[in-house]
């Protein structure tokens, strides 16, 4: 069984960074799709950005220009960079993993979440 952990969060000024980092371990076949997302009280969850195995990179709009990810196909770890912060970026945010198990079949897989709070 795959496990999919985050960490990196916590609290920024507006303008400031912080950088999410995801890992997927365990019992891990072949890894598909990594993301991000994330959830705003009352709101929907949101993609933020995702990467395929072969690094093709999708970005939400809303962080276009100011969020990087970068992911790591050898060591199975997916980063988040979050640059040019703004109060509306507050969110929980989860990581998701498209993995293959023993079969063959692909499976989702999600972390707990980070909390990101812009505040100043």
């Known amino acids: 069984q795959a496990q999919v952990e985050e960490s990196g969060g916590g609290l920024a000024q507006p303008g400031g960074s912080l950088t999410l980092f995801c890992v997927v371990t365990?019992?891990?076949?072949?890894?598909?799709?990594m993301g991000w997302y994330r959830q705003a009280p009352g709101q929907q969850r949101e993609l933020v950005a995702s990467a395929t195995e072969n690094n093709e990179l999708n970005y939400g709009d809303s962080v276009k220009g100011r969020f990087i990810i970068v992911r790591d196909n050898a060591d199975n770890i997916l980063e988040l960079q979050l640059n040019s912060l703004k109060p509306e970026d507050t969110a929980v945010y989860y990581c998701?993993?498209?993995?293959?198990?023993?079969?063959?079949?692909?499976?989702?897989?999600w972390g707990q979440g980070t909390q990101v709070t812009v505040s100043s």
């Open positions: 998701k993993g498209v993995i293959s198990n023993d079969y063959g079949v692909n499976l989702v897989y």
């Open positions: 365990g019992n891990v076949g072949r890894v598909h799709s």
